[in-house]
């Protein structure tokens, strides 16, 4: 055959290759070869003040001394995972393993700002002077929207802040939040002493306020956005939403197995998860367990097993809850920090900061588990092969609950990437 082509048959070609891009055909080329997952929610497990990795899901044969020799602090135990070891007080999640993906190869610039990292962690970017981020949980509630009407796509389990907010999205793409697990939010907690036909007549006394206010303010996105607000939370103080929040409602061996605080919390995902909540933030930066949370500085590091051991009940538990209840596959957990530890030991013992190489676990979610990704030296220190970007990192989560992360979000007029050229880690995918 010749190889040749003829005028008329490049011009052909030509004109087909044009045609395809003005209709998007190189686009709907990119989509088909692109990974996307089917998980409906994610659970985001935050361990606020930065989670050691050499300590916990990265461990290393070399033991630190706890002065001069860095290494770890504890001993290595096997799991299901042929090869892939954990810290000793890891013992349910190893029995696990095998729903699990380690990301060890994590990374970014910010070393010493606990608030500027978290902020990375949960917006994908750096702090800017004149846009304010959405969050990952606003940007899935935005995209992903509610599963029912009553239901919120976004709640947080932990103390709130702009770091966890929608930015530019708005308050329709805000959370939900509550401090503890015995009760339920706050903010939609009836008074006692308000009874129902009372708070419909207050509902109604508000509505004619409410109606009132926006005539005179039709073009301020403020007031507009301000007053769904205030819709969406009738919604949820009437609807089933409150329900989830009754622990007692599940067994007590159940409620016994997940633990303590961390571990109610764990559950309570579980429970708005399976409602129709899109992201549940889990923060398990209760410093009251050891003094000082993730935080390992100083002598500190000493109690970290308590944290450790509470993760690993709460995790393991929450992941064989969610299989028996066939939500596993639907649900991505994440585990996260603002970054990790050195393996060198600080003045006084304990652990400093490092951001260069930290670890982000995954698991669940329909993706390629029982796998790491990424791999680093003999002290957990640096990147030997397949780092990992925030920006990936962030990929690959949307990716996993079927959003495109190369589309744009809308800042008014203005297109803003929902990640910062972040790419989806496409091994991880089935």
């Known amino acids: 055959m ?15 290759a044009t045609g395809a891009l003005a209709s998007g055909g190189t686009h709907a080329f990119a989509e088909a070869n692109r990974p996307m997952g ?57 029995r696990i393993y095998d729903r699990f993906i380690p990301v060890r190869t994590v990374n970014h610039s910010v070393i010493d700002e606990h608030a500027a990292a978290t902020n990375r962690m949960h917006t994908g970017r750096a702090v800017s002077g004149s846009v304010v981020y959405p969050s990952l949980g606003s940007i899935i509630a935005h995209k992903k929207k509610a ?3 009553g239901v919120p796509p976004y709640v947080l389990i932990g103390y709130p802040s702009a770091t966890r907010g929608p930015g530019f999205l708005g308050p329709k793409a805000g959370y939900v939040y509550l401090t ?34 926006l005539n005179e303010h039709r073009d301020e996105k403020m007031v507009r956005d301000y007053d769904d607000a205030i819709g969406e939370g009738f919604k949820l103080q009437g609807g089933d939403f409150m329900k989830a929040f009754n622990l007692q409602a599940e067994r007590g061996s159940l409620r016994e197995e997940y633990g303590e605080e961390f571990g109610q919390r764990c559950l309570l995902a579980r429970r708005l998860v399976q409602g129709g909540v899109r992201f549940v933030e889990v923060g398990f930066n209760l410093s ?55 393996a060198q030991f600080d003045g006084l013992g304990g652990r400093g900061h490092h951001g260069k190489c930290f670890t982000v676990v995954l698991a669940g979610g329909g993706l390629k588990t029982g796998q790491p990704y990424g791999e680093t030296d ?27 992360p190369t589309k744009n979000l809308m800042d008014g007029e203005r297109p803003v990437p929902i990640t910062d050229k972040g790419q989806p880690l496409t091994r991880l995918f089935v």
């Not at 503890?180 to 939010?185: H, V």
């Not at 903010?187 to 129902?196: D, N, P, Q, V």
Request: include cysteine; aromatic fraction near 6%.
């Open 2 to 16: 010749n190889a040749e082509i003829t005028r008329r048959q490049f011009l052909t070609r030509t004109a087909l």
């Open 38 to 94: 089917k998980a409906e929610s994610c659970i985001f497990i935050w361990l606020g003040g930065g989670m050691s990795q050499i300590d916990t899901f990265d461990p290393k044969p070399i033991r630190g001394d706890e002065k001069k020799v860095a290494g770890s602090y504890y001993g290595q135990i096997e799991t299901a995972v042929p090869g892939l070891n954990l810290c000793e007080h890891l013992p349910r999640v190893a």
């Open 147 to 149: 599963v029912m009407e």
């Open 180 to 213: 503890d697990t015995n009760a339920g939010p706050a903010g939609l907690m009836r008074a006692a002493e308000i009874t129902s036909d009372r708070q419909l007549r207050r509902e109604a006394l508000l509505g004619t306020l409410r109606e009132g206010y």
């Open 288 to 342: 009251f367990v050891n003094g000082a949370g993730w935080d390992i500085h100083n002598a500190t590091y000493k109690t970290q097993y308590q944290l450790i051991q509470a993760l690993d009940r709460g995790v393991a538990a929450l992941v064989q809850d969610l299989e028996r209840e066939k939500l596993l596959e639907k649900t991505l957990i994440v585990i996260a920090s603002e970054f990790g530890r050195p």
């Open 378 to 404: 003999e002290l957990a220190m640096k990147i030997v092969a397949d780092p990992v970007s925030v920006p990936d990192l962030f990929a690959t989560i949307l990716a996993t609950v079927g959003i495109d």
